[in-house]
């Protein structure tokens, strides 16, 4: 990679890798977006949902960090009507659920995700009482 790009995680862009083994603004070690790679593909918004829905859920089972948010996020933003009545992620489906009907997450990675998808803080979710806990 001779030229510039981006980071995977903060979307920080910068005009040359060289002599970086860091984003210089989050400090991740990925391997950066590489402007030459940037493509336009088409497809449909379903497809995607697969895609990224099926890519959060194995992230979510082996633990491993949050760059699946991060690109759901920089698509969701290429096309926000869309995103907003069809969220790309399951956090972000389960939130939409949540903001119409009495629904209850207990479990706290999924509140955090939901939160981190919909932009909302939990108070769209009934935590639960102390005869529920
Ligand atoms: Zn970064």
């Not at 940037?38 to 979510?60: C, K």
């Not at 969220?87 to 949540?98: H, K, V």
Request: charged share 20%; glycine share 10%.
């Amino acid at each position: 990679m001779s030229g510039g790009g981006w980071c995977l995680e903060c979307g920080h862009h910068v005009e040359s890798f060289e002599g970086l083994s860091a984003c210089p603004a989050c400090g991740t070690k990925a391997l950066p977006c590489p402007d030459e790679w940037q493509v336009t593909i088409a497809l449909n918004w379903h497809e995607l949902r697969i895609l990224v829905m099926w890519a959060e859920n194995w992230q979510r089972e082996k633990q491993l960090g949050r760059t699946v948010y991060a690109i759901a996020r920089r698509l969701a933003a290429q096309h926000s009507e869309l995103a907003k009545s069809s969220p790309l992620t399951m956090a972000g489906e389960i939130g939409q659920l949540a903001a119409q009907y009495d629904v209850q997450v207990t479990d706290s990675a999924l509140r955090r995700d939901v939160a981190e998808q919909t932009g909302e803080e939990l108070g769209l979710f009934r935590l639960p009482g102390p005869d529920e806990a």
